[in-house]
């Protein structure tokens, strides 16, 4: 397991219908380092998070709509420049809350990593909607990679029957 630590950005979180577009102007000296979430008024429920990202760490960014159970991740992974970093996302819910949370060192490979060592690399860990720094998502006792059903606390092998079909070329047999 990796000795490094996520910490939170900042505890700032903002309800999209309190805002209005504001010009974006972080600098590192920013309280919370200019975390800043405002509508994009150029998008159909369009917003936009920004912030100082801060040369050494990496930056993972997460959602909310209502405040209460799970922290979900945008599937984006940013190093810190020492400049500002901004995404841009659609958001149908007219409540949404945006949070960054941060390694105080640069992934090399920040997608192919798996940061929990739970075998989901954190690219993987985005596609199943799991935990990148939890190893069990669900809590069940088995870690995501060996997990059929990573995000299901109540099962987690798989048991149905698997059969393959060949297609191509049309006599192809599949070998038992
Ligand atoms: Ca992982
Ligand atoms: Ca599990």
């Known amino acids: 397991m990796s000795t490094r630590h996520l910490r939170a950005l900042c505890a700032l979180a903002l309800a999209a219908p309190l805002m209005t577009p504001v010009a974006f102007a972080q600098t590192a000296e920013d309280p919370n380092e200019g ?16 912030w100082w990202g801060r040369s050494g760490r990496t930056y993972f960014l997460q959602r909310s709509e209502d405040l209460t159970g799970r922290w979900s991740y945008f599937p984006l992974i940013e190093i810190g420049r020492d400049a500002p970093l901004s995404y841009g996302f659609v958001n149908p819910s007219p409540l949404v809350f945006a949070r960054v949370t941060y390694l105080d060192q640069i992934l090399a490979d920040p997608y192919g990593t798996d940061s929990d ?3 989901f690399s954190n690219q993987e ?17 088995v870690v995501d990679g060996l997990d059929a059903f990573p995000t299901d606390p109540a099962r987690h092998l798989f048991e149905g029957t698997l059969s393959v079909t060949l297609n191509s070329p049309p006599d192809a047999l599949a070998l038992p």
């Open 35 to 50: 975390l800043k979430l405002a509508v994009d008024t150029a998008i159909t429920n369009g917003y936009q998070v920004s």
């Open 117 to 119: 060592g739970d075998g």
């Open 125 to 141: 860990e985005f596609w199943f909607k799991t935990e990148l720094f939890s190893p069990d998502h669900d809590g069940d006792g």
